[in-house]
């Protein structure tokens, strides 16, 4: 990781989101817009791409002039510059609302929102954050507002496909003086898979309904298969399960 300056950012143990430590911003004592950045690399249309995070704030409630981003891409390492093109989730990166919003980012402004929530970012939030992109261009926010991933409620999708450059992501903390030090950035995972998978016919995305088990037909004998699942109740839906396997037997003649 790259930090905009020598001591703007700490891998902190004080009130860490989870385990023993967190990315914490430093508190300096001065007004500035800080980031901390990423090399990743690849394109958006290798496969879905999937950004899993935590982010919480402290005693304040976000403004105009304390707002925070997560670049998911940017084409440009000085994140606070009017450089960057690419795509952002956070709180106020435009506008005054407070709501987790998804925007697609050209010279370093917001130039559209792919997808706004009604989340509303108060004191000391803590909000799990998932983003998903097809290799086709569809994106997904879902976000869990007690943090993790284990209660994600889906925002809703849009599509927008003028930006593929995967070249960085990273953390963007705007404050004033008496608010320096209060955000921390915890669990930061990025996935992508790769070429589309041969799914077997109608189950793809299927709802199986109420229940523990579920029946799958139309398999091919000595063939090794994957799965994963996903539950939901009303508008929630949680992260995927680890993906499992089974290998369906041969003939018996």
């Known amino acids: 990781w790259t930090l905009n300056g020598a001591s703007e950012w700490e891998n902190s143990s004080s009130t860490p989101i989870t385990g023993t430590r967190s990315l914490k911003?430093?508190?300096?004592?001065?007004?500035e817009t800080d980031y901390i950045y990423h090399a990743l690399g690849g394109t958006l249309g290798s496969g879905e791409t999937v950004w899993r995070f935590n982010l919480k704030n402290g005693g304040y409630d976000p403004s105009g002039n304390n707002s925070f981003w997560f670049?998911?891409?940017?084409?440009?390492?000085?994140?606070?510059?009017?450089?960057?093109?690419?795509?952002?989730?956070?709180?106020?990166?435009?506008?005054?609302?407070?709501?987790?919003?998804?925007?697609?980012v050209t010279d370093g402004a917001a130039a559209a929102t792919v997808v706004a929530s009604t989340f509303d970012w108060n004191t000391n939030t803590l909000?799990?954050?998932?983003?998903?992109?097809?290799?086709?261009?569809?994106?997904?926010?879902?976000?869990?507002?007690?943090?993790?991933?284990?209660?994600l409620t889906t925002v809703g999708s849009a599509s927008d496909t003028t930006y593929t450059d995967t070249s960085?992501?990273?953390?963007?903390?705007?404050?004033?003086?008496?608010?320096?030090?209060?955000?921390?950035?915890?669990?930061?995972?990025?996935?992508?898979?790769?070429?589309?998978?041969?799914?077997?016919?109608?189950?793809?995305?299927?709802?199986?309904?109420?229940?523990?088990?579920?029946?799958?037909?139309?398999?091919?004998?000595?063939?090794?298969?994957y799965f994963r699942l996903t539950a939901e109740g009303g508008t929630c839906t949680s992260g995927y399960s680890p993906t499992g396997m089974v290998n369906t037997g041969s003939s018996v003649l």
């Open 127 to 151: 909000a799990g954050i998932e983003v998903r992109r097809s290799a086709a261009g569809e994106w997904t926010l879902k976000y869990d507002g007690d943090g993790g991933v284990d209660n």
């Open 25 to 31: 911003h430093y508190d300096d004592d001065t007004e």
């Open 168 to 225: 960085y992501a990273g953390l963007v903390f705007k404050h004033t003086a008496s608010y320096a030090g209060l955000l921390r950035l915890d669990d930061l995972t990025v996935e992508q898979g790769g070429s589309t998978p041969d799914f077997v016919a109608g189950y793809s995305n299927r709802l199986v309904g109420a229940g523990t088990s579920v029946s799958v037909t139309g398999l091919t004998e000595a063939t090794a298969y």
């Open 71 to 104: 670049y998911l891409t940017a084409n440009n390492t000085t994140l606070s510059g009017s450089a960057v093109d690419g795509y952002a989730v956070g709180v106020n990166l435009t506008g005054t609302d407070d709501y987790l919003k998804l925007w697609r």
